[in-house]
Protein backbone atom coordinates (compact mmCIF):
# COMPACT_ATOMS: atom_id res chain seq x y z
CA UNK A 1 0.00 0.00 0.00
CA UNK A 2 1.26 3.14 -0.69
CA UNK A 3 2.55 5.62 2.56
CA UNK A 4 1.23 8.25 4.11
CA UNK A 5 2.79 11.58 3.16
CA UNK A 6 2.11 12.84 6.70
CA UNK A 7 4.09 10.12 8.18
CA UNK A 8 6.73 11.14 6.06
CA UNK A 9 9.51 13.42 7.66
CA UNK A 10 10.14 17.04 6.38
CA UNK A 11 13.54 16.24 5.66
CA UNK A 12 13.17 12.49 3.76
CA UNK A 13 10.71 15.23 1.47
CA UNK A 14 13.49 17.29 1.07
CA UNK A 15 15.59 14.14 -0.03
CA UNK A 16 13.12 12.93 -2.48
CA UNK A 17 12.47 16.41 -3.69
CA UNK A 18 13.50 16.57 -7.81
CA UNK A 19 17.17 17.42 -8.35
CA UNK A 20 15.97 19.82 -11.14
CA UNK A 21 14.32 22.37 -8.53
CA UNK A 22 17.06 22.46 -6.24
CA UNK A 23 18.90 23.63 -8.88
CA UNK A 24 17.11 25.89 -10.45
CA UNK A 25 16.52 27.70 -7.00
CA UNK A 26 20.06 27.72 -6.62
CA UNK A 27 20.89 28.78 -9.88
CA UNK A 28 17.87 31.78 -9.00
CA UNK A 29 20.05 32.32 -5.82
CA UNK A 30 23.41 33.32 -7.12
CA UNK A 31 21.54 35.21 -10.25
CA UNK A 32 19.92 37.39 -7.73
CA UNK A 33 23.43 37.74 -6.03
CA UNK A 34 25.02 38.61 -8.78
CA UNK A 35 22.35 41.45 -9.95
CA UNK A 36 22.75 42.96 -5.98
CA UNK A 37 26.93 42.94 -6.52
CA UNK A 38 26.64 44.54 -9.79
CA UNK A 39 23.88 47.46 -8.87
CA UNK A 40 25.68 47.75 -6.00
CA UNK A 41 28.91 48.67 -7.87
CA UNK A 42 26.72 50.57 -10.49
CA UNK A 43 25.91 52.87 -7.23
CA UNK A 44 29.28 53.20 -6.04
CA UNK A 45 30.25 54.33 -9.33
CA UNK A 46 27.55 56.86 -9.70
CA UNK A 47 27.93 57.97 -5.92
CA UNK A 48 32.02 58.64 -5.37
CA UNK A 49 32.33 62.00 -7.85
CA UNK A 50 29.39 62.90 -5.45
CA UNK A 51 30.74 61.72 -1.79
CA UNK A 52 34.45 63.34 -3.02
CA UNK A 53 33.00 66.55 -4.18
CA UNK A 54 30.98 66.72 -0.85
CA UNK A 55 34.60 65.99 1.04
CA UNK A 56 36.28 68.49 -1.11
CA UNK A 57 34.11 71.41 -0.24
CA UNK A 58 34.39 70.69 3.51
CA UNK A 59 38.71 70.65 3.44
CA UNK A 60 40.25 73.85 3.65
CA UNK A 61 42.65 74.87 0.71
CA UNK A 62 45.82 73.59 1.64
CA UNK A 63 44.45 69.99 2.07
CA UNK A 64 42.85 69.58 -1.47
CA UNK A 65 46.13 69.22 -3.32
CA UNK A 66 47.89 66.59 -0.99
CA UNK A 67 48.61 63.18 -2.05
CA UNK A 68 46.74 60.93 -1.66
CA UNK A 69 43.66 62.86 -0.94
CA UNK A 70 41.81 63.09 2.81
CA UNK A 71 38.89 60.60 1.92
CA UNK A 72 37.29 62.30 4.96
CA UNK A 73 37.11 65.89 6.29
CA UNK A 74 38.68 65.79 9.87
CA UNK A 75 38.46 68.91 10.62
CA UNK A 76 35.73 70.19 7.76
CA UNK A 77 34.99 73.98 7.00
CA UNK A 78 31.32 74.35 6.77
CA UNK A 79 32.31 78.45 6.03
CA UNK A 80 33.40 77.27 2.30
CA UNK A 81 29.14 77.15 2.16
CA UNK A 82 28.10 80.72 3.67
CA UNK A 83 31.35 82.02 1.23
CA UNK A 84 29.75 80.53 -1.81
CA UNK A 85 26.31 81.66 -1.06
CA UNK A 86 27.39 85.32 0.09
CA UNK A 87 30.33 86.13 -2.84
CA UNK A 88 28.62 84.04 -5.19
CA UNK A 89 24.99 86.02 -5.16
CA UNK A 90 24.09 82.28 -4.75
CA UNK A 91 20.51 83.50 -3.23
CA UNK A 92 19.32 85.59 -6.63
CA UNK A 93 20.44 82.93 -8.73
CA UNK A 94 18.69 80.28 -6.91
CA UNK A 95 15.96 82.35 -7.14
CA UNK A 96 16.23 83.05 -11.15
CA UNK A 97 16.12 79.51 -11.56
CA UNK A 98 12.95 78.72 -9.70
CA UNK A 99 11.18 81.20 -11.22
CA UNK A 100 12.43 80.38 -14.80
CA UNK A 101 12.04 76.26 -14.17
CA UNK A 102 8.66 76.44 -12.82
CA UNK A 103 7.40 78.97 -15.94
CA UNK A 104 8.92 75.94 -17.97
CA UNK A 105 7.92 72.85 -16.51
CA UNK A 106 4.36 74.18 -16.20
CA UNK A 107 4.17 75.26 -19.55
CA UNK A 108 5.44 72.34 -20.96
CA UNK A 109 3.45 70.05 -18.84
CA UNK A 110 0.22 72.17 -20.40
CA UNK A 111 1.43 72.17 -23.80
CA UNK A 112 2.30 67.98 -23.60
CA UNK A 113 -1.07 67.24 -21.68
CA UNK A 114 -3.19 68.82 -24.67
CA UNK A 115 -1.08 67.61 -27.42
CA UNK A 116 -0.88 63.96 -26.57
CA UNK A 117 -5.04 63.97 -26.10
CA UNK A 118 -5.38 65.01 -29.40
CA UNK A 119 -2.97 62.69 -30.81
CA UNK A 120 -3.68 59.95 -28.96
CA UNK A 121 -7.72 60.00 -28.82
CA UNK A 122 -8.94 62.79 -32.18
CA UNK A 123 -9.02 62.75 -35.47
CA UNK A 124 -8.19 65.38 -37.66
CA UNK A 125 -6.50 66.21 -41.43
CA UNK A 126 -2.81 65.22 -41.38
CA UNK A 127 -2.58 63.88 -37.79
CA UNK A 128 0.29 61.21 -38.87
CA UNK A 129 2.00 64.06 -40.82
CA UNK A 130 1.88 66.70 -37.88
CA UNK A 131 3.03 63.61 -35.56
CA UNK A 132 5.96 63.08 -37.43
CA UNK A 133 6.95 66.58 -37.73
CA UNK A 134 6.85 66.93 -34.24
CA UNK A 135 9.17 64.22 -33.75
CA UNK A 136 11.54 65.43 -36.10
CA UNK A 137 12.03 67.98 -33.47
CA UNK A 138 13.75 65.95 -31.27
CA UNK A 139 16.43 65.19 -33.86
CA UNK A 140 17.50 69.15 -34.46
CA UNK A 141 19.94 70.27 -31.95
CA UNK A 142 19.56 73.25 -29.65
CA UNK A 143 22.55 74.97 -31.39
CA UNK A 144 21.04 75.14 -34.81
CA UNK A 145 18.01 77.09 -33.71
CA UNK A 146 20.04 79.21 -31.32
CA UNK A 147 20.65 82.39 -33.63
CA UNK A 148 16.98 82.46 -35.02
CA UNK A 149 15.62 82.14 -31.27
CA UNK A 150 17.64 84.92 -30.55
CA UNK A 151 17.18 86.90 -33.30
CA UNK A 152 13.19 86.63 -32.71
CA UNK A 153 13.58 87.22 -28.75
CA UNK A 154 15.26 90.45 -29.83
CA UNK A 155 12.79 91.80 -32.07
CA UNK A 156 10.11 90.80 -29.53
CA UNK A 157 11.82 92.48 -27.21
CA UNK A 158 11.89 90.24 -24.59
CA UNK A 159 15.49 90.70 -24.02
CA UNK A 160 17.30 90.24 -20.63
CA UNK A 161 13.33 89.21 -19.88
CA UNK A 162 11.82 85.71 -18.06
CA UNK A 163 10.10 85.67 -21.54
CA UNK A 164 12.90 85.60 -23.28
CA UNK A 165 14.76 82.93 -21.15
CA UNK A 166 11.44 80.72 -20.91
CA UNK A 167 8.96 81.10 -23.90
CA UNK A 168 11.42 78.60 -26.40
CA UNK A 169 11.36 76.13 -24.23
CA UNK A 170 7.10 75.80 -23.41
CA UNK A 171 6.65 72.54 -25.79
CA UNK A 172 8.68 69.42 -26.34
CA UNK A 173 8.22 67.05 -28.61
CA UNK A 174 9.33 64.59 -26.26
CA UNK A 175 7.02 65.03 -23.80
CA UNK A 176 4.10 64.54 -26.42
CA UNK A 177 5.53 61.52 -27.07
CA UNK A 178 5.94 60.23 -23.97
CA UNK A 179 2.10 61.31 -22.52
CA UNK A 180 1.03 60.06 -25.98
CA UNK A 181 2.71 56.66 -25.65
CA UNK A 182 0.76 56.60 -22.32
CA UNK A 183 -2.61 57.31 -23.51
CA UNK A 184 -3.03 55.19 -25.98
CA UNK A 185 -2.29 52.28 -23.36
CA UNK A 186 -5.72 53.20 -22.21
CA UNK A 187 -8.44 50.99 -23.09
CA UNK A 188 -10.57 52.25 -26.04
CA UNK A 189 -13.46 50.38 -24.25
CA UNK A 190 -12.69 53.32 -21.81
CA UNK A 191 -12.87 56.37 -23.86
CA UNK A 192 -16.66 54.62 -25.33
CA UNK A 193 -18.44 54.02 -21.72
CA UNK A 194 -16.92 57.91 -21.05
CA UNK A 195 -19.13 58.94 -23.64
CA UNK A 196 -21.63 56.79 -22.96
CA UNK A 197 -21.87 58.34 -19.48
CA UNK A 198 -21.65 62.47 -21.16
CA UNK A 199 -18.21 62.78 -20.65
CA UNK A 200 -16.94 65.48 -23.31
CA UNK A 201 -13.14 65.85 -23.95
CA UNK A 202 -12.10 67.81 -21.18
CA UNK A 203 -14.02 65.73 -18.71
CA UNK A 204 -12.52 62.40 -19.76
CA UNK A 205 -8.88 64.00 -19.85
CA UNK A 206 -8.86 65.76 -16.68
CA UNK A 207 -11.19 62.94 -14.67
CA UNK A 208 -9.89 59.56 -16.55
CA UNK A 209 -6.86 59.71 -18.30
CA UNK A 210 -4.53 62.23 -16.85
CA UNK A 211 -5.00 60.51 -13.44
CA UNK A 212 -4.17 56.94 -14.77
CA UNK A 213 -1.28 58.63 -16.41
CA UNK A 214 -0.17 60.50 -13.43
CA UNK A 215 3.50 58.43 -13.25
CA UNK A 216 4.20 59.48 -16.90
CA UNK A 217 3.14 62.76 -15.94
CA UNK A 218 5.28 63.00 -12.92
CA UNK A 219 8.53 61.49 -15.03
CA UNK A 220 7.82 64.14 -17.37
CA UNK A 221 7.71 66.62 -14.84
CA UNK A 222 11.20 65.35 -13.37
CA UNK A 223 12.59 65.61 -16.78
CA UNK A 224 11.59 68.83 -17.17
CA UNK A 225 12.86 70.15 -14.72
CA UNK A 226 16.52 68.66 -14.54
CA UNK A 227 16.64 70.14 -18.32
CA UNK A 228 15.31 73.67 -17.44
CA UNK A 229 17.63 73.69 -14.80
CA UNK A 230 20.90 72.52 -15.94
CA UNK A 231 20.55 74.88 -18.99
CA UNK A 232 23.33 77.22 -19.52
CA UNK A 233 24.16 78.81 -22.89
CA UNK A 234 20.33 79.54 -23.69
CA UNK A 235 20.54 82.04 -20.20
CA UNK A 236 24.22 83.23 -20.87
CA UNK A 237 23.25 84.12 -24.03
CA UNK A 238 19.50 85.68 -23.74
CA UNK A 239 20.55 87.87 -20.90
CA UNK A 240 23.60 89.73 -21.33
CA UNK A 241 25.23 91.07 -18.63
CA UNK A 242 21.89 91.30 -16.33
CA UNK A 243 22.50 89.38 -13.01
CA UNK A 244 18.77 90.16 -12.54
CA UNK A 245 17.47 87.33 -14.07
CA UNK A 246 20.98 85.02 -14.64
CA UNK A 247 20.36 81.90 -13.77
CA UNK A 248 22.58 79.51 -11.23
CA UNK A 249 24.58 78.01 -13.62
CA UNK A 250 25.72 81.31 -14.74
CA UNK A 251 26.03 81.77 -11.25
CA UNK A 252 28.43 78.64 -10.72
CA UNK A 253 30.91 80.12 -13.64
CA UNK A 254 31.02 83.40 -12.22
CA UNK A 255 31.70 81.80 -8.69
CA UNK A 256 34.46 79.70 -10.40
CA UNK A 257 36.14 82.77 -11.83
CA UNK A 258 36.24 85.22 -8.59
CA UNK A 259 37.22 82.31 -6.52
CA UNK A 260 39.71 80.74 -8.71
CA UNK A 261 42.15 80.06 -5.92
CA UNK A 262 39.54 78.74 -3.36
CA UNK A 263 38.48 75.49 -5.35
CA UNK A 264 36.02 74.19 -1.89
CA UNK A 265 34.12 77.30 -2.12
CA UNK A 266 33.55 76.43 -5.41
CA UNK A 267 32.56 72.86 -4.84
CA UNK A 268 30.37 74.22 -2.32
CA UNK A 269 28.29 76.64 -4.61
CA UNK A 270 27.88 73.31 -6.65
CA UNK A 271 26.74 71.26 -4.12
CA UNK A 272 24.05 74.36 -3.41
CA UNK A 273 22.98 74.41 -6.72
CA UNK A 274 22.62 70.61 -6.86
CA UNK A 275 20.31 70.15 -3.98
CA UNK A 276 17.09 70.90 -5.20
CA UNK A 277 17.86 68.49 -8.00
CA UNK A 278 18.99 65.86 -5.54
CA UNK A 279 15.88 66.55 -2.98
CA UNK A 280 13.60 66.52 -6.04
CA UNK A 281 14.78 62.87 -7.44
CA UNK A 282 14.75 61.86 -3.74
CA UNK A 283 10.64 62.44 -3.51
CA UNK A 284 9.65 61.87 -6.83
CA UNK A 285 12.07 58.46 -7.53
CA UNK A 286 8.99 56.03 -7.62
CA UNK A 287 7.04 57.94 -9.93
CA UNK A 288 9.61 58.57 -12.07
CA UNK A 289 10.52 54.76 -12.30
CA UNK A 290 6.88 53.94 -12.60
CA UNK A 291 6.59 56.15 -15.17
CA UNK A 292 9.47 55.11 -17.44
CA UNK A 293 8.30 51.58 -17.05
CA UNK A 294 4.45 52.16 -17.52
CA UNK A 295 4.54 50.95 -20.92
CA UNK A 296 7.01 47.85 -20.44
CA UNK A 297 4.53 45.30 -19.04
CA UNK A 298 0.92 46.07 -21.00
Known amino acids: MPSDLS ?113 AFLEFPFKRTLFVVMLSTMMIPFEVTLVTNLTTITKLGWYNTFAGLTVPFLATGFGTFLLRQAFRQLPKELREAAELDGYGHFRFLFRIALPLARPTVAALAVFSFLGAWNQYLWPLVVTGDNNAIRTVQIGLKQLQATQANQINVTLAGTIIAAAPLLILLIIFQKQLVRGLTAGAVK
Open 7 to 119: TISPAKRRTNAPRGQHRTHKHGRWRAIGSYLLLSALALIVLIPLYITVVNSLLQGNLIAHQPPPLFPVHPDWSTYSTAWTEGDLGIYLRNSVIATSIIVSGQLLTTIFAAYAF
